[in-house]
């Protein structure tokens, strides 16, 4: 399967990736596959960046967040297996294998908990899980629009995964993607175009290589991931913050006009709201693009307030 993934990165490719990414990009061992990851600042707080579902180039895309978060911490922006530059693997998809993995880069990077761990969409159920099961690691959780348990996710996997590793497997993705930025076919390009636009940081050079990067991350590992993205959610159901969790979430307003059960599944997972809050704020999902320094400030000054350094 990672032979099969690495197809998609020609050496070219992955090359401008890297020379763009700078000095602070590394690759950890973690089970016998190489993970991307970059550490950017040394404060004393130890941020985890973790990407949603799917996010063509989470280092890229999380730049200006980790750029402005470092300045006052250690950041750690993680390409989970399967995603950006890491390689793919043959594990299964579930909250519990993507938790350890990542845990394993930790310890292979020497840094150690506890962590504030900053979850994108999907990560969201992998930060619970990460909480839940190993409290002592997890100083604070702050979501970026991240998610929760809900009844629709719970009881519905897409079947387009199984449909797409045939695409995958006759060299198809590159041509969806092509075909996506001249027609808007499927709504992604646009989609991510639009997200990058709104944010002065991002270069056209940047929004160019996120977009291309596309083109492979819908590769086997990840379309795994989605295929059992209804069970991720069931592990979630019922899991609420341990009520001495400091925990932020930022819920994009558009969310909330598309999930119904956004916004309230997140307020469920409250057990105590003198350190547990949930703001909404007007943008994209991907609302660290365009927001990345309103996303920071609040973020220091809610961890200033309910997360004491060591």
């Known amino acids: 399967m990672s032979a099969l993934f690495h197809r998609w990165q020609t050496p070219r490719d992955k090359h401008a990736i890297e020379q763009l990414i700078g000095a602070e990009h590394r690759y950890v061992d973690v089970n016998g596959h190489r993970m991307s ?3 950017q600042g040394s404060g004393p707080r130890t941020v985890i960046l973790m990407p949603g579902l799917a996010t063509p180039e989470p280092i890229i895309g999380f730049a200006p967040l980790a750029e402005k978060l470092a300045e006052q911490n250690t950041v750690v ?5 399967g995603m950006g530059l890491s390689d793919g693997t043959d594990a299964p998809r579930t909250s519990e294998a993507i938790v350890d993995e990542i845990r394993s880069a930790l310890v292979t990077l020497g840094i150690d908990g506890p962590y504030v761990l900053m979850p994108h969409s999907v990560s ?3 930060a619970l899980w990460w909480t839940t099961h190993h409290p002592d690691e997890v100083a604070a959780v702050v979501g970026l629009d991240d998610e929760r348990y809900t009844a629709d996710a719970a009881h519905g ?3 387009w995964p199984s449909w797409m590793s045939i695409v995958n497997a006759a060299g198809g993705t590159r041509d969806l993607i092509a075909l996506d930025k001249s027609t808007d076919y499927l709504g992604l390009v646009a989609d991510y175009r639009e997200s990058l636009g709104d944010a002065a940081e991002f270069t056209t050079e940047q929004q160019d290589l996120y977009l291309q990067a596309y083109s492979w991350v819908l590769n086997p590992t990840v379309l795994d991931e989605m295929a059992r993205g209804a069970q991720n959610v069931q592990a979630a159901e019922g899991a609420v913050f341990p009520p001495t969790l400091p925990a932020l979430s930022f819920l994009a307003a558009s969310s909330l006009e598309v999930e119904p059960e956004w916004e309230s599944s997140h307020r469920a997972a409250i ?3 003198a350190i547990q809050q949930v703001t909404v704020m007007d943008g994209h999902h991907y ?8 996303i920071a400030e609040s973020t220091q000054k809610f961890l200033d307030e309910h997360v004491p350094t060591r």
């Not at 922006?77 to 297996?81: A, H, W």
């Not at 609302?287 to 309103?294: G, K, R």
Request: negative net charge; glycine residues 4%.
């Open 37 to 39: 990851v970059t550490v």
């Open 124 to 126: 969201g159920l992998y």
């Open 287 to 294: 609302l660290f693009h365009a927001h990345a320094a309103e």
């Open 271 to 273: 057990s105590n709201p």
């Open 157 to 159: 996997s897409p079947d």
């Open 77 to 81: 922006t993680v390409e989970p297996l």
